[in-house]
């Protein structure tokens, strides 16, 4: 089975930035794409970006110029760098790896924007 652990969450104030990870181990039978959804009290779940195969990524709008989604394949390792962060950016963030048939899931990690 695959094991997806996350870690970089925590407590930063409006305007700074965090730096997300998620480590895969196990058996991947679906590699790509890896990416970030997030879950914030009373929300539905939301997408916040994906890096494929081709290096190819993908945004939330709203979140684009913000948000830089990257991997380090050898480490079988996704990050996301959060800039400029705001209150509304407050959520449980998960990462996913595989496609949609295939997709494995972290247990995410929590990050929260506050002054």
């Known amino acids: 089975q695959v094991r997806l652990v996350e870690s970089g ?5 409006p305007g ?11 058996r991947i039978f679906s590699p790509n794409p890896m990416g970030w959804y997030r879950q914030a009290p009373g929300k539905e779940r939301e997408f916040v970006a ?3 195969s081709n290096g ?3 945004y939330a709008d709203s979140l684009q ?3 830089t989604v990257s991997t380090n ?3 079988n390792t996704v990050y996301l760098q959060m800039n400029s962060l ?6 449980v963030y998960h990462c996913f790896l595989g496609r949609d048939d295939l997709r494995s899931w972290g247990q995410g990690t ?4 506050s002054s």
């Not at 969450?9 to 104030?13: H, P």
């Not at 705001?86 to 959520?91: G, H, K, V």
Request: proline share 5%; with cysteine; glycine share 14%.
């Open 110 to 113: 929590q990050v929260t924007v």
């Open 65 to 67: 110029g913000r948000f």
């Open 9 to 13: 969450g925590g407590l930063v104030q």
């Open 86 to 91: 705001i209150p509304d950016d407050t959520a």
């Open 16 to 26: 700074g930035s965090l730096r997300l990870s998620c480590v895969a181990s196990g």
């Open 50 to 52: 994906a890096i494929y």
């Open 56 to 58: 190819d990524t993908k």
């Open 73 to 75: 394949k050898p480490r």
